[in-house]
């Protein structure tokens, strides 16, 4: 790919098609406007964009027009080009990117037609973005804003390594709504983290105790934002801890572990014991870090605790979760983990026999 070095923003770059496994990111062509134009009136799609309908034909096509004058991204200007299906050629949706500060940081967006959601093409161009914007423009720092209720798009920027920033309240408007925005960065640094992550299954999992010397490497620990309605970051986890709930007329007894991974802290483990006020443990909390998702820790991790609870003689376990898109259901129904009929702070209790 052909570019000008960054922070030359008297000359863009020239945006050459990004191939991923599935799809070509190309510049608009002008037969792109009638999909546009169709893509943005659908109400769904522009449910949390920045557009308000109806979306007239004239503007599709005059946007698809003025960005076809530019060779590519610009400081201070959005250029946008198309998603493309790589073995039919079909349009499913579009991209943007900004460039700021002379070229030296970025936001990109996208956004595709409801009929091609929910198969990973979102993340797919999401990440191949990122990598575009570091490595062909040279910027410093990406980043992506959306609604805070638009959780399908922030699962988009966490899958390309995103990390959520901040919360702005009431800092955004399309014509006369007003809404909260949330803010995801990505620095060098992060993209570099996440793409050279481990992503194969540890050689070697287990539960450490943890002390002094290794409770603040604990407390970092965290989970991707989307995921903090289903796991409580560590902070909660720690006081919880610290100051246990009474339950059955007495307080919980708390019993946590770092999850080591060959070598390496990547998650947190806390029980609630087995007293006479509370007959059966109770899996309080299980976290894995965002970096170490995806490779089969969180099921090493409930091996081992499941195993320690057969040698304190315990027959079966409780937990209880939350439903919903990302919820961890699926995960403990697959363990053998079946609900009780019981609501618990409109939480699902689940039990498994231990056998």
Same mark, same amino acid.
């Given at each position: ?21 599935? *799809? ?121 804003? *959306? ?209």
């Amino acid at each position: 790919m052909a570019t000008g070095p960054a922070g030359d923003w008297l000359n863009p770059a020239v945006f050459e098609p990004l191939r991923t496994p599935r *799809l070509v990111i190309r510049p608009f062509l002008a037969t792109d406007a009638e999909e546009l134009h169709r893509r943005r009136n659908d109400p769904d799609v522009a449910r949390w964009q920045n557009w308000t309908l109806p979306y007239p034909a004239d503007r599709a096509r005059a946007v698809v027009d003025e960005v076809m004058q530019m060779p590519g991204p610009a400081n201070d200007e959005w250029w946008m080009g198309s998603i493309v299906l790589a073995e039919s050629d079909v349009v499913i949706g579009d991209v943007a990117i900004n460039l700021t500060w002379d070229s030296r940081c970025s936001e990109i967006g996208y956004s595709l037609s409801k009929e091609h959601w929910s198969r990973g093409y979102a993340s797919e161009t999401a990440t191949a973005l990122v990598e575009y914007v570091f490595e062909n423009v040279g910027v410093t720092r990406v980043q992506g804003t *959306l609604h805070p209720e638009n959780t399908a798009s922030a699962v988009v920027l966490e899958r390309a390594g995103f990390v959520f920033e901040g919360h702005t309240r009431l800092s955004y408007w399309v014509a006369d709504d007003n809404s909260d925005d949330w803010i995801y960065g990505l620095t060098r640094e992060d993209w570099l983290a996440w793409r050279d992550r481990p992503r194969a299954a540890p050689g070697d999992v287990r539960l450490i105790e943890i002390d002094p010397e290794n409770s603040y490497e604990v407390f970092r620990l965290r989970t991707h934002k989307t995921q903090e309605r289903f796991v409580a970051p560590m902070a909660a986890s720690f006081a919880d801890a610290l100051f246990p709930e009474v339950v059955d007329g007495a307080p919980l007894v708390p019993w946590m572990r770092a999850i080591e991974a060959d070598g390496a802290i990547v998650g947190f483990v806390m029980l609630a014991l087995t007293t006479e006020h509370h007959p059966e443990p109770y899996l309080w909390r299980l976290l894995i870090d965002r970096l170490h998702q995806r490779r089969g820790i969180g099921n090493l991790a409930l091996d081992l605790v499941e195993q320690e609870c057969r040698g304190w003689g315990d027959a079966a376990i409780l937990t209880s979760w939350i439903p919903g898109r990302a919820s961890p259901e699926a995960f403990y129904l697959r363990r053998g983990y079946l609900p009780t009929g019981r609501i618990v702070d409109d939480e699902v209790e689940g039990r498994k026999e231990l056998g």
